[in-house]
């Protein structure tokens, strides 16, 4: 019996291989990739999916298994893996026409045009009247600003295929352009009368009659695509923003109620809803937040999640709660090392120093190579003002090549912290080396081309990022701002569609929208949108101010002056409204009418120290004596303080009035209270080094050294004078030589530069110094602190020659 069994297992295992040997890897793959192509056309996606990765996994030789999975992913909208499996395909093989035609679709989408033209070229090469291949052509066009081109390729082809729905679409589109809304929808729904499913003419046609303010257009056309495609998030995210947007607050709640039941084990949709409620019931996230706690109890990284949330949105102290929840179910795992990493930085807000070292000794205990626990110790040292011991610390990290774009970007911070500003912009650009899309970097190195007016390199930073992260929020909202800019209406309007998809933030979206029919001349469209997000948020700033431009285009400053004085009356309390209507006033010369405003809010908000800024703005035009002022700084700051708005502005006023020991004493006070501010302690040294008390000299001295190494030339000239007026002139003119070279119309400068020149003993240079000082002072039409003193010193010299 045993020997018989032994050889049925025998003839079983030949049988066995006997089967494997009949078929090929090849073979294999191939049987996968027809069942599965088979299971495509009747709809099982599912089981689809699974015979395809089986076929790419046993033989990773047939481009078309990619193509179908590309498909699938076209079905999910997941479109980035959709352009991998297509750009796999063709590797695999490249005369696939039907990926090239997909490929060049979906280059468009991620704004690579010229792939997208590449992929046209190389099917019509091959079949030169490919008509797909001929409409991607003209949706670059399109995008090209190249519309005439566009529109003969299109009229060719409805001329053969009067039906095509991608050419009536392209067609819409160019009609939109030109502003003819009507016959566009037209085209758009006989489009959709061939092809009820094509997402893009739906998007398209929620976007028409977004551009026309039509609401009930817009929402039932998200209903329609749910319906549809009832597993697409994307679309109900927009379609719960239109509800909060138009204050159909308890269907969006629903509608995001739904999504959250329907993926339970999913934190996205559960933190959407906190952002919802966030916008728009904050009395309800902290019960909402501890809900989902308790119904996730053993899930450790949902509990993370959420956490972090919490954090970033203003709740720390409640978020320890789920934080610690995940530490007490996973203490050393990764999610667990994260969970304490973040209990740990609340700590550090906090100044709990001695709670962040005893932290950052278990985490490190634990895992010394924890890199988010590394990087916290650093933000330890640089809020201890050990930024060297960070610094040594960063570049040790570097090595690790984990989180380098993290490393590199801290060690930026570093050196912002230490004014270099050089070795600060370095290390920000290798943080987007190695990842584009950081965001503490992009901010730095962006806005840094943005200013200096090289938005050409500004953009390639912000295409980079975009193409690594293309559904951030800050991102989408740069590209959006950037092209209204540059009056890239088509790009812009592309943004806002995808912004309105992940903004939290619901007013972002129709700002940018009112900025494009602002900036294409349409005011009235403009200021009906301005409005109604003004009714929605009455104390957006940028909308109020747009709001009065608008209307100052048309002409029409009486309507904006009615407008604001009717929305000051209904929100008395909303400060932004106040200081644009003041500002409407000073404009049209009514100070009586400003003053009242102000006078009457500092009634209702008298902690508010910009108004009293404002009212100090009034008195000095009104009495045409700037003296005036200095009762309404003195009336601000005995309710406020610690302002150091209020204080600067009085230090100031005395330094105008000539009363310096008064200027001296009240910036004295405000680096008491806020030791941080360096224009104080500018304005304090150089008034101290003027002294004619030796130690008040000194004490300037030693408050002007912070400025040895800063970037900033005034504090620069500041330290520089200081060294002259100490007795360290050779020191004091090398560095304002070199200040000089780089601000040469600065008059201060000069006359310092100029004394420093006499003191060497190069009585012809300094005296040429100060004469330009004058020069420039007078040419500027402005005066300088020792402009009297010049004018007395060359009195002496040419008095002093003529004897």
Known sequence: MKANKISSVVIACSLLLQTVACSSPEEAAQNHLQKGKELFENGEFDKALLELKTSSQTSDKF????????????????????????????????????????????????????????????????????????????????????????????????????????????????????????????????????????????????????????????????QELIQLYPDASNFKLSLASIYSMTDKLSDAEVLLREMVEKSKDKVEPKIVL??????????????????????????????????????????????????????????????????????????????QYDVVESSLKDILGANSEFMQANLLKCRLLLAQNKTDEAIEFLNKLIWNKSNADDVYSLLGQAYLLKQDRKQAEKNFKQALEANPANLVAFSQIYGTYLQSGQKDVARQYLEKALAKNQNDVSLLASKAELDILEKKWDGAQDAIQRLALFSKEKSMPIYLQANILQGKGKYVEAIGVYEKLIQQFPNHLNSLI???????????????????????????????????????????????????????????????????????????????????????????????????????????????????????????????????????????ASLLIESSDLDEVKEGMELAEVFKDSENPYFQDTYAWALIKTGNNPEGLILLQALILKEPKLPEFRYHLGVAHINAGNRATGISELKQSVSLSENQKRNFSGKEEVKKMLKEIETSAGN
């Open 63 to 222: 481009g078309e298994a990619y193509y179908y999975m590309a498909l699938l992913d076209e079905k999910n909208n997941n479109f980035k893996s959709m352009r991998q499996n297509l750009i796999r395909a063709l590797e695999l093989e490249p005369g696939l026409v039907s990926a090239k035609l997909k490929l060049g679709k979906i280059d468009i989408l991620f704004g690579d045009l010229e792939k997208a033209l590449e992929q046209a070229e190389s099917v019509l090469a091959s079949e030169s009247s490919n008509v797909d291949a001929e409409l991607i052509k003209a949706s670059v066009y399109i995008k090209q600003a190249k519309k005439d081109q566009a529109a003969e390729i299109v009229k060719k082809v409805l001329k053969y295929s009067p039906d095509n729905v991608d050419a009536l679409s392209i067609q819409a589109a160019l009609l939109f352009e030109k502003n003819e809304v009507d016959q566009a929808l037209g085209l758009v729904n006989k489009a959709l009368e061939k092809d009820p499913k094509n997402i893009p003419i739906r998007l398209f046609k929620v976007k028409i009659d977004a551009g026309l303010n039509n609401i009930d257009s817009v929402i039932k056309g998200y």
């Open 274 to 351: 906190l952002e919802f409620l966030n916008a728009r019931a904050k009395d309800r996230v902290v019960s909402e937040y501890e809900s989902m706690l308790s119904a996730n109890q053993q899930q450790a990284k949902l509990l993370l999640e959420l956490s972090k949330w919490m954090v970033v949105s203003g709740y720390a102290e409640v978020a320890k709660k789920g934080l610690q929840q995940a530490v007490d179910l996973e203490r050393n795992s990764e999610t667990g090392l994260a969970s304490q990493v973040i209990l740990a930085e609340i700590a550090l807000t906090n100044k």
């Open 546 to 684: 747009n709001l009065v431009r608008s209307y100052e285009a048309l002409k029409q400053r009486d309507k904006a002056t009615a407008y604001l004085e009717k929305h000051n009356a209904n929100h008395p309390d909303e400060l932004n409204s106040v200081g644009v209507l003041s500002d409407l006033y000073m404009a049209n010369n009514d100070f009586v009418k400003t003053k009242k405003l102000l006078m009457d809010q500092i009634k209702r908000t008298p902690k508010v120290g910009s108004l009293y800024l404002a009212l100090a703005k009034v008195e000095a035009m009104t009495s045409k004596n700037i003296a005036s002022a200095k009762n309404v700084y003195l009336q601000g700051l005995e309710v406020n303080q610690a302002d150091p708005q209020l204080s600067m502005a009085l230090a100031g006023l005395y330094e105008q009035l000539n009363e310096k020991q008064n200027a001296i004493k009240v910036y004295k006070d405000l680096l008491n209270k806020n030791p941080g501010v360096s224009l104080a302690t500018n304005n304090l």
